[in-house]
């Protein structure tokens, strides 16, 4: 008996979806919708705002009376135009889906039109290897195609790849910590906020988040316990040490991992559109409301949401908050009718909210009703044992990115453990990136790190040559000889008295430095014990 095979969709949603913002003309996912049937769509999400984009989708799809069922995939990116972190995660995520109908007959179509151009390029690819039965579709404008959408069958019209069979992991967080040699395999990107340190020791749980500092490890088994519950979470720590990163995680190692994420920051929504933002409106709720909005809330129905500073919320929508986390309903903004929610919070702040409380400018029930589980992460100042990991992980993925050999020198390593990091990782991995920016070749030295880094070092090695002339003057080439002896000495005990290493150092070749030894640098050579090689 000939069972007809069930249609699945797959694709990305992009700014288009499911209307543009400036355009009364549905978007790329919900033209071909509407003149083509499926059974079951998967909505591949970047982000928060595609989240929220997939389930207006989804209301726009009730509305057009269109019977397809829609899954919201999370499919958080580092980096929207990055072909191997897209590429990457799309095998994960696209082997998912089929082993998870391995049972039934299906036919997969991959809609090209939506997303950024790298995340069409490898939705393209991942169609031409072969290894699913796979038709690519090609959605036409209406002001490309005689007035009304069409949608063309593109399989046939680009060739074949051979198919890469490449190692699938189902959850990719942070691996272990790589030396600077071995960038070309680590396959990870780091954020401003990335929890990397080396690997645990042989017989210690996986965590996927790796810790070295015991402060750290405390507050990532506090997360580990903490994601077997659905009760809401509230963590502390200071701008830049990782919050994010750590609800993320809490949410991965949960039974919510499969639902969306929702990322929502409450210092940055202006107080008129709080509500509508967390909550979301009707259509016509208020001027220029021309179309429905879901809201986070309902974005992250069956998942997580996040709000960090969560104190920066209006008191009036803290109320309203309230309420839809005791009894998971709320009114949209401009609606007659609950909607109803199954939503886990996550909160987090660097603020004291004790304070706020006491300011009334925070509500103690809803205070009362996040802290739940706490959990403070440390700042880095206080975790000195994560920066070298921090560092070797920035670097070796440095290295890989753009081709170079980066390095910190003893003396630049030694600044980074002196600073106090009041910007903590984020401020780290940021200071890291611009001197390797900033470093011409391969060592990166103290005076390529930030100011505030620099200021760290021992007031010996601040002092800069003086720039006033005493009345008889100076012997300005003498001094300059004394100046540039000073950095050939420091690459030379840098080096561990390599010349060929402290030549590198400076930018110059092996034959240049040594001849500068020989020829004006003899007497600096004899008298500090650098005899030539």
């Known amino acids: 008996m000939y069972i007809m095979a069930r249609k699945i969709l797959i694709t990305f949603v992009g700014m288009k979806d499911p209307y543009p913002a400036d355009d009364d003309a549905p978007g790329p996912i919900l033209s071909l919708l509407k003149i083509r049937q499926f059974d079951e769509l998967y909505v591949l ?30 499919f958080p990116l580092e980096d929207l135009v990055s072909y191997e972190e897209i590429w990457r995660k799309l095998e994960t995520v696209l082997t998912t889906i089929d082993q998870s109908m391995s049972s039934q007959t299906n036919e997969w179509y991959f809609l090209l039109d939506s997303g950024t151009p790298q995340m069409k390029s490898c939705l393209l690819l991942a169609g031409k290897t072969g290894r ?44 272990g910590a790589p030396d600077i040699g071995d960038a070309a395999m680590c396959h990870e990107s780091t954020t401003a906020e990335a ?34 519950y659905n009760e809401p979470v509230l963590i502390l720590g200071e701008t830049g040490t990782g919050k994010t990163m750590l609800a993320r995680y809490i949410h991965e190692q949960s039974r919510r991992s499969q639902a969306p994420f929702i990322e929502l920051n409450c210092s940055a929504i202006p107080e008129g559109l709080a509500e509508s933002t967390l909550f979301g409106h009707e259509r016509g709720a208020f001027t220029g409301a021309d ?87 440390p700042p880095l100042r ?66 390529h790190l930030p100011s505030d880094v620099r200021a760290m070092q021992p007031a010996r090695a601040q002092e800069m040559p003086p720039t006033d002339l005493h009345e008889d003057g100076i012997d300005l080439r003498a001094r300059m000889l004394q100046i540039e002896w000073e950095y050939f000495a420091r690459a030379l005990r840098q080096s561990h008295g390599n010349r060929e290493a402290a030549a590198r150092l400076l930018g110059l070749t092996g034959h240049s430095f040594r001849k500068a030894l020989r020829e004006r640098f003899a007497s600096f050579v004899q008298s500090e014990g650098w005899n030539e090689e």
């Open 45 to 74: 999400c970047a982000g928060a705002g595609a989240v929220e984009r997939a389930k207006d989708l989804e209301e726009e799809m009730r509305a057009e009376k269109i019977a397809a069922r829609l899954n919201v995939v999370d």
């Open 132 to 175: 699913y039965r796979v038709r690519l579709l090609q959605g036409i404008p209406p002001h490309y195609a005689q007035g009304a959408y069409r949608v063309r069958d593109i399989t046939d019209a680009t060739p074949s790849l051979p198919v890469q069979r490449a190692p699938v992991r189902s959850r990719i967080l942070f691996q």
């Open 195 to 228: 929890l990397y340190t080396p690997d645990f020791e042989a017989g210690e749980p996986d965590r996927g988040i790796i810790a070295t500092s015991n402060a750290l490890r405390e507050a990532l088994g506090r997360a580990e316990r903490a994601a077997r």
């Open 291 to 377: 179309r429905a909005k879901t809201g986070a809330l309902r974005s992250a129905d069956k998942g997580t949401l996040f709000l960090d500073e969560v104190g920066d919320l209006p008191p009036f929508v803290q109320a309203k908050l309230l309420k839809a986390i005791e009894d998971k309903t709320f009114y949209p903004v401009g609606a007659d009718h609950l909607a109803t929610v199954d939503v886990r919070i996550i909160a987090a702040t660097n603020s004291d909210l004790k304070q706020k409380i006491a300011q009334g400018s925070f509500r103690r029930d809803l205070y009362e009703r996040l802290n739940v589980i706490a959990i403070t992460i």
């Open 382 to 447: 206080q975790r000195k044992e994560d920066i070298e990991a921090l560092v070797r992980k920035t670097l070796a993925t440095w290295n890989k990115d753009y081709g170079e050999h980066k390095y910190l020198t003893e003396e630049a390593q030694e600044l980074l453990l002196r600073y106090t990091w009041p910007g903590n990782v984020r401020e780290l991995l940021n200071a890291v990136r611009s001197a390797a920016a900033i470093a011409q070749h391969d060592a990166i030295l103290p005076d």
